[in-house]
């Protein structure tokens, strides 16, 4: 089963689609390798396996920057192959370097995946981290998803920081936008007395599903279209006995929220329990 990872996704979502910039080796003083696009390519059509299998192998034969960036896209298809042991191992030792984007990346990444199992004081660890380094959007969501962890530990205060911190941070994405606005007026300050809180679902239970087709090529179309709405992964499922590319959009502990995502991507969308996974 595969997962796309964002930033955040980040669309960390989202998680989003969180792949190095071509234009990046530019940058450092060098055109990006054919090996570099073709992993990179490979990674951004949802192509994780492959991805992953061709980034590994760059970044055990290559040093320096080459090694630092063949290894964020190996961490990266791992965490979309929901191989998050192996995503841990090409990303960690990215997440204390010097290069701002590299760090930003990885740290965002580690972020999610420690969200999801529940290790929310490391997730907020990494994701401010990953906001302070990254930029616009992808930042924000980082922020947010750093917010998310510090409010299920009862750091309201502190989530509120990171909320306000993200909805500065915010460029160009509108619904994400809407996100953090909406969890700016959802957090309660410590000192407030309110009535209990609406106990939430199972944690990263709900889902998106913009949609399902038997072709995955067009799956990955109808994914890259969705990219910047948060954490996107195409998941193959069964219906009918049919075998079906189904594309979906974060992963919500409470069906609100996954409700606002639903509107922001519109058409057919709906919000489904995030089985198969």
């Known amino acids: 089963m595969t997962r796309f990872a964002n930033l955040a996704a980040w669309t960390l979502t989202a998680a989003t689609a969180i792949t190095m910039p071509l234009a990046s080796c530019a940058s450092r003083g060098g055109a990006p390798s054919q090996e570099r696009l073709g992993y990179v390519q490979l990674f951004e059509t949802g192509q994780y396996t492959a991805a992953y299998e061709q980034a590994s192998r760059e970044a055990e034969k290559s040093t320096g920057t080459p090694k630092n960036e063949a290894s964020l896209i190996a961490g990266l298809s791992a965490q979309a192959l929901n191989k998050n042991a192996e995503a841990v191992r090409w990303l960690k030792p990215l997440s204390t370097g010097t290069d701002p984007v590299l760090v ?14 529940g290790e929310h004081e490391q997730a907020a660890q990494h994701l401010l981290i990953a906001g302070e380094k990254l930029q616009g959007d992808e930042a924000a969501r980082s922020s947010m998803y750093a917010g998310d962890s510090l409010s299920v530990l009862g750091k309201h205060d502190e989530a509120t920081a990171a909320y306000t911190r993200a909805q500065q941070q915010v460029v160009n994405d509108g619904g994400l936008r809407i996100m953090v606005g ?3 007026r959802g957090v309660v300050p410590t000192k407030v007395a309110t009535a209990p809180r609406q106990a939430p679902v199972a944690p990263s239970s709900l ?7 038997s072709n995955i090529a067009t799956a990955q179309h109808q994914a890259q279209k969705v990219a910047s709405k948060g954490q996107v992964r195409i998941v193959p499922i069964l219906k009918d006995g049919h075998r079906l590319y189904a594309v979906r959009v974060g992963r919500f502990s409470s069906r609100e929220a996954a409700e606002q995502v639903k509107t922001v991507i519109g058409g057919s969308a709906v919000v ?3 089985s198969g996974e």
Do not use: F, P
Not at 104 to 117: D, M, P, V, Y
């Open 104 to 117: 930003g990346k990885s740290n965002a990444a580690l972020g999610l995946i420690a969200q999801e199992r």
């Open 182 to 184: 909406d969890r700016l």
């Open 207 to 213: 889902t998106v599903q913009v949609g399902a087709w």
């Open 272 to 274: 489904t329990v995030a």
